[in-house]
């Protein structure tokens, strides 16, 4: 076994017993649906009801002919279709999916323009309108001329490796096409405004001459647009070709010679999971290095100076064996995990992204990893009980190096002062346990329950995945969200002064400078990549020392009785636990991590547990008051808070927080780097093992190969063969 400071040895065959799951009782009753999504879907069918009416109408006018119901449906129409872009945006994807996308309903709008311009005049005036009719089929040809062309430069713009802190100058990147030139259906509405406009005249007038004119204008824009986005086809205007990039990359790996790195695959709302490691990683002594998987994460990692690099193919992933990248740590699990752990030369080591009693905490997939890298002595207990074939051996006890950022308790809130109380639940979770989180079934009810004290303040922080699973989790969230703004309004009271607010926008604009990229809105991963080059040496200093001063404009610039939403990156957790006089959550690792803190913490017990069962189960639970759904110990909790003489908890609180998240000396940072030293030491033991094998030509894990059969002499004849 691996001895750690502050570990407790765990026998290596514990006794068979696992963690306990929660019961499921009766699903709860669906909340009554909002009033506000029933207006949306109002205004939606309004919008759908008016564009088509339009279009009705229009084809009416066409067909009669009627001149000013021609005229009057198709500006309608184009007043809806800006509408629609301007305000509906859901809608604009709902009309592509049912093939009803902003080409068709153009195309439609002019061909029923020139079925009245036809219909408008004598029989002998047919031919007039003929050019006319030939030059818009010449602009929608230009138009999907454009559009193919549009396709073949966005591959060549199409990167096999995106990165970020890193001087890719070499790689011959260019701005990005203007997002008219992307987007077909911005396109064409910009392009074609002209020549629907010339035609709405003529089907006025009568006169031809306004309708060639704005098909000129439109033949012109679209040939312009073609031939912009034909020179970016050109040999030396294109970015460097996948080889080429492949190659660059190759070059930065042996220069930077990375030598610990963070693995990490997901979907945009999870990429808090990687950036709480970034402060971490980047206080080793090592080369560090970020690998994605997927391209929309690149930007979604938090400010850092430590090079970033986005490897979507596992070609082009599998280029990391022969780099000098020794560990990899990971943050969390993903279907894409499996395919860097194929990696022979380079071990990995899970670190999580919070520890607390759910069986989340002790996943089976684990075991793929050469470590397991943990808090404390409670994580290695679980491991163990729950049997998922994680070996003791391979459990590393490191602490939380994150929670540095955390303040120790200073005492209670000054006699006068607001109670601050932070109520930061957990999600719903995959498997639909009641128990998960406290949102649906017990969150209203602790909210009023808070916000009927006249001494609290209450910071409702809740988990970025509220409601992406269970709707009644998210329907929760919201009445919880208006219950604080319906407190607000009733409460009331001073402000601070002017100048607080402008201290905060100067601290805002001073941290988006140092940690904003500045992109345009139509730069693309190309771009980005061009715009991102490697940081200025100190950034990452003056990033923590702006966001130390962002935190305390943002804080002075708040009223003192005002309840708080935090729902946006800033600010962050660990701020609002050093805001908190008291902590209200779920079973999850936000109570784990406010132990740190050494305040007094309370949990939602929504699982139908008995107290003591409850207690039980759950370790991290022994130290805090428990709740239940109706939220009757509020009051007592807070009394408890404001009189430490009556909190019986202070003593068992310091004791929990040993177990959970081990010693406080050596600090964890210490223990993190420790463990990252001690693990690459031993994937370079494991290389230099396997070269020496290879020199001495032992047998390594390969294919098989068949033993070499004697050579008949030469003069034996070859033996028949019965085919």
Known sequence: MRDEPGATAVPTTPPRRRLPRLPHPPRLPRPPRLGLPGRRTAVKLLVLGVLAAAFAAQALGALLPHVPLLLAASAGSLAAEGALHRWQRGMVSLFAKSHADVTVRHVLRDLLLVVGLLRLGEQHREGAYAPLVAGLLVFYALHWAIQAVSVLVRRTRTLPVVTRNIDASALRLTPAPTVLL?????????????????LLVTAATDAPVYGAAGLTLSLAAALTGLGALLLRLLPGRRPAGEQEVLDWFDAWLARYRPTVGLYFSGGASSAYQANMWLEPLAGLDGRPVIVLRERHMVQRIAATDIPVVCLPKVSTLMRLEHSTLRVLLHPSNSGKTSQVLRIPTIKHAFVNHGESDKLSSCNPYAKAYDEVWVAGPA???????????????????????????????????????????????TWEGWDGNPGNTSVVAAGENLVRALLADPGVRLLYKPHPLTGSVDPRARAADLRIRELVRAANRERGGPRPDASAATCLSRR????????????????????????????????????????????????????????????????????????????????????????????????????????????????????????????????????AVRHPERDELA???????????????????????????????????????M??????????????????????PSAAPEPHRRI
Not at 385 to 398: N, P, S, T
């Open 651 to 689: 003593g068992e609180r310091a004791v929990l927080a040993l177990r959970l998240l081990g010693p406080a000396e050596p600090p964890s940072r210490d223990r993190f780097a420790g463990a990252v030293r001690d693990l690459c030491a031993a994937a370079v033991q494991h290389r230099a093992r």
């Open 508 to 639: 805002t604009a001073e941290l988006d400078r140092l940690t904003a990229a500045g992109f345009r809105s139509a730069a693309d991963q190309a771009e980005r990549m061009l715009r991102q080059p490697a940081p200025e040496p100190g950034r990452a200093e003056a990033v923590r020392r702006a966001t130390d001063a962002w935190e305390e404009a943002y804080w002075a610039s708040l009223p003192e009785w005002e309840h708080q939403v935090v729902t946006d990156a800033r600010p962050p957790l660990y701020a609002c636990f050093n805001r908190a006089d008291l902590l209200i959550s779920d079973v999850s690792s936000v109570i784990s991590d406010f132990l740190a803190s050494g305040k007094p913490y309370a949990v939602a017990n929504t699982s139908a547990l008995a107290e003591d069962v409850f207690r039980k189960s759950f370790p991290t639970v022994a130290a805090a008051t428990v709740l239940t759904p109706d939220a009757s110990g509020v009051p007592a909790l807070l009394e």
């Open 182 to 198: 992307r987007r077909p259906g911005h396109r064409l509405a910009a392009f074609g405004l002209p020549a629907t406009a010339g």
């Open 691 to 712: 070269a020496e094998r290879l020199s001495a030509d032992l047998p390594l894990p390969g294919p098989r190969r068949e033993p070499a059969r004697p050579s008949a």
């Open 379 to 425: 994580a290695r207990e679980r491991y163990a009980l729950a049997e998922v074939g994680v070996e003791d051996k391979d459990v590393v006890e490191i602490g939380r190096p994150q929670l540095d950022a955390v303040r120790p308790y200073a005492g209670p809130p000054a006699p006068g002062a607001f109670t601050t109380v932070l109520y930061a639940p």
